[in-house]
């Protein structure tokens, strides 16, 4: 059974970077037709996609926060981050990492989420 | 820029049926978007109920349903129960990799 776990600060400074890593667990990252996304939900809202990764390095982000965020992945140490800069109250919010299913483009496997609380 | 459009909130009896709807600011959906709905409780990380339009993930009871009405994509709980009181999302696949979610229905069940 695949699993998928973030870990990360879970208080940052406005202004400053917000740094997750999920882990996965169960399963190999570099399995082909998955990709591994992050996904975000600010308190009582909905949810946001922020962006995937590809086992081989391709990304792709939501043009909204394409500018500041960046997502990698560490095949060796099967997992994949999330950064984010230049952070601002807004960006509180829960933070997910999931697993996308290629062919059918859903998420299939979702992380239990993280809380960032963004403040000085 | 891309706006998945869904009603923020419903009521359903329970046993009742409702339906659920999801659509695209730029036009109408179709397949290709390949919609899927997740379901979330406070709280929880979402689940995965729904996938490409109308395939239901492992587990899920056969009361939901997914289908394309008109120019939406749509979600049906037919004979809902109280634990289907939860929030919807519908998700959207926009080609090059990227994805939309709406901003969410609030169903209760009452």
Partial sequence: QLH??????????????????????????????????????????????????????????????????????????????????????????????????YSGNYFDYWGQGTLVTVSS | QTVVTQEPSFSVSPGGTITLTCGLNSGSVSTSYYPSWYQQTPGQAPRTLIYSTDTRSSGVPDRFSGSIIGNKAALTITGAQADDESDYYCVFYMGSGTSVFGGGTKVTVL
């Fill in chain 1, 4 to 101: 998928l776990q973030e870990s990360g600060p879970g208080l940052v400074k406005p202004s400053e970077t917000l740094s997750l890593t999920c882990t996965v667990s169960g399963g190999s990252i570099s399995r082909n037709n998955y990709y591994w996304d992050w996904i975000r939900q600010p308190p009582g809202k909905g949810l946001e996609w922020i962006g995937s990764i590809y086992y081989s390095g391709n990304t792709y982000y939501n043009p909204s926060l394409k500018s500041r965020v960046t997502i990698s992945v560490d095949t060796s140490e099967n997992q994949f981050s999330l950064k984010l800069i230049s952070v601002t109250a807004a960006d509180m919010a829960v933070y997910y990492c999931a697993r996308r299913e």
